[in-house]
């Protein structure tokens, strides 16, 4: 008898298996397929540009191409100045990003942690979020001096307020039935802070990493439209000025591709803190 509803199991347990082996190639022919049809994407929007330019569909002097942008490319990269640019963006944008999430998501435990301080600081914060950052960039310039420490000041401008906004809501949402619990138990504002808040506020802290990505790059680029002599904000207004839209469009294209590589890293980061939580 026994060795019978042990069969019945072990095949319970094989079909349970093969629906389950079944469910994860669905999955991952899904994910294969996204990838394609992504690819293929790309690839026909490429291969239009290319082609309504050289039919003079569209003007290839105001709109380039991809094999002027390739071109470009190439120019700039013999020319030994390609990285050199793409590097001053890349380090001030990183440099933007992470101190704006750090400093960010600290006056946010600041403001979580005294209410009354909170009480007083907020309407500012709402205040300085709706004002235009931009306007701000020739005062940075005035106080600071014309180098990458306004571009960064400026990246900060950008991503700060948001930061504090978006964590200080992620703490404030916090399921209340934990806190009093912790707190019932004897358990400290900082057992509080470090068991509960902060694990909880995963999500919303890589939800403003990802918003951030997007700030700290236009923070950078509105900093080298205004001061720098280098980076992609450079060539882009430069481009303009003396009518090169070739470099132009080839500095926007690299400046989406690192965009992108930032955004997967948080992606990255996302699944890291995920996979150790559980």
């Not at 014309?146 to 991503?159: E, H, K, Q």
């Not at 358990?187 to 802290?205: E, M, N, R, W």
């Not at 403003?208 to 700030?215: C, D, E, Q, Y």
Request: net charge positive; charged share 15%; glycine share 8%.
């Amino acid at each position: 008898m026994s060795d019978q509803v042990s069969s019945s199991d072990l095949a319970k347990t094989s079909e349970i298996s093969q629906e389950h082996k079944e469910y994860l190639r669905r999955v991952r022919m899904e994910k294969i397929w996204i990838r394609v049809i992504q690819f293929l994407l790309l690839t026909a929007a490429v291969l239009l540009w290319e082609v309504c330019a050289n039919f003079k569909i569209v003007d290839p002097f105001i709109t380039s191409q991809p094999s002027r942008v390739i071109k470009t490319i190439i120019a700039l990269y013999k020319d030994g100045m390609l990285f050199h640019h793409i590097g001053i963006t890349c380090l001030e944008a990183v440099i933007g990003f992470v101190l704006g999430t750090l400093i960010g998501t600290i006056i946010a435990i600041m403001l979580w942690w005294s209410e009354f301080l909170c009480k007083v600081i907020e309407p500012y914060l709402v205040v300085l979020n709706s004002l235009p950052k931009i306007a701000l960039g020739p005062v940075f310039i005035v106080w600071i001096g014309a180098g990458p420490a306004a571009i960064i000041v400026m990246t900060l401008a950008i991503s700060l307020i948001v930061t504090v906004l978006e964590v200080l809501n992620g703490f404030l949402t916090t399921d209340q039935e934990k806190i009093k619990l912790v707190r019932t138990f004897g358990g400290t504002k900082i057992q509080v802070l470090t068991k509960v808040l902060l694990p909880a506020s995963y999500p919303t802290i890589i939800n403003a990493l990802k918003i951030n990505v997007g700030l700290s790059w236009v923070g950078v680029i509105v900093g080298e439209f205004l001061v720098s002599k280098a980076g992609l904000g450079y060539l882009i207004v430069y481009g303009g000025q003396v009518f090169k839209l070739d470099l132009v469009m080839t500095s926007v294209i690299i400046l989406g591709i690192a965009a992108t590589v930032m955004y997967q890293g948080v992606v990255y980061l996302e699944k890291v803190l995920v996979k150790n939580k559980l």
